[in-house]
């Protein structure tokens, strides 16, 4: 039974993160008059979706670590479901339900610079779902050529710290926009924490790339 564990716990994971999509999805924009529909609730459920989900990517992996378990299943699925619902959710908060809307959103925080904001209340703007999907494939496809060639590649701390900075950043953002939408030192934090994670994530591909580069050629 304890082999199975794990496992189950990621097939789990990629339920929630279905349920969080699509709770994602049904979400209602706020009113210019203020109007807050079913918002704060959908965002709140999502957050605490989210943080189950990032749970059991926790709890499998340190059960598998401490009952030595590895599977095939394991080994794909684990970091796949992982890559599913931090791209996901930057694609969904980069969508057309999560722009700043005029009349509920403050004027200050409509007047910030495009470049900073993408006008998105979520503050995720479309070229960082952009980033962060191809900084995914370019690592798959360097981790997959590199064992290809007999060269091990394992995670390293730069994955580790580019998962839990783009958790962050999708907590803080569903987080600010249900329950602080109004608060400035909100509005920034939640503009940090995006622009951290996709500043680690992609400096974290070149530091994947640059690493299997050496890897590979001490390996000639």
Not at 115 to 126: C, D, E, I, N
Not at 138 to 165: D, H, I
Not at 171 to 182: D, E, F, G, K, S
Not at 186 to 211: C, I, P
Request: proline share 4%; net charge positive; charged share 15%.
């Amino acid at each position: 039974m304890n082999w199975k564990l794990p496992n189950q716990l990621t097939v789990a994971r990629l339920v929630l993160a279905g349920v969080f999509f699509v709770l994602l999805a049904a979400y209602d924009p706020p009113a210019p008059g203020g109007a807050r529909g079913n918002g704060p609730l959908v965002l709140n459920i999502c957050f605490v979706l989210y943080i189950v989900a990032g749970i059991t990517d926790v709890l499998d992996g340190y059960l598998a670590r401490r009952w030595k378990i590895t599977s095939a299943f394991g080994r794909v699925v684990d970091p796949f479901v992982d890559k599913v619902l931090v791209v996901g959710a930057f694609a969904m908060l980069a969508g057309n339900n999560y722009v700043l809307v005029e009349g509920f959103h403050g004027q200050w925080e409509l007047s910030l610079p495009h470049w900073l904001t993408g006008h998105m209340a979520s503050g995720v703007q479309a070229w960082m779902v952009v980033a962060v999907m191809a900084r995914e494939f370019v690592v798959s496809a360097v981790r997959g050529y590199s064992e290809s060639q007999g060269q091990k590649f394992p995670a390293t701390v730069w994955g580790k710290l580019k998962m839990l900075t783009q958790s962050v950043a999708i907590c803080t953002v569903i987080y600010q926009m249900a329950n602080v939408p109004h608060a400035r030192w909100a509005v920034v934090t939640k503009l940090v924490v995006v622009w951290l994670g996709v500043v680690v994530s992609v400096a974290s591909g070149f530091a994947y790339v640059s690493r299997a580069r050496k890897l590979l050629a001490s390996g000639d």
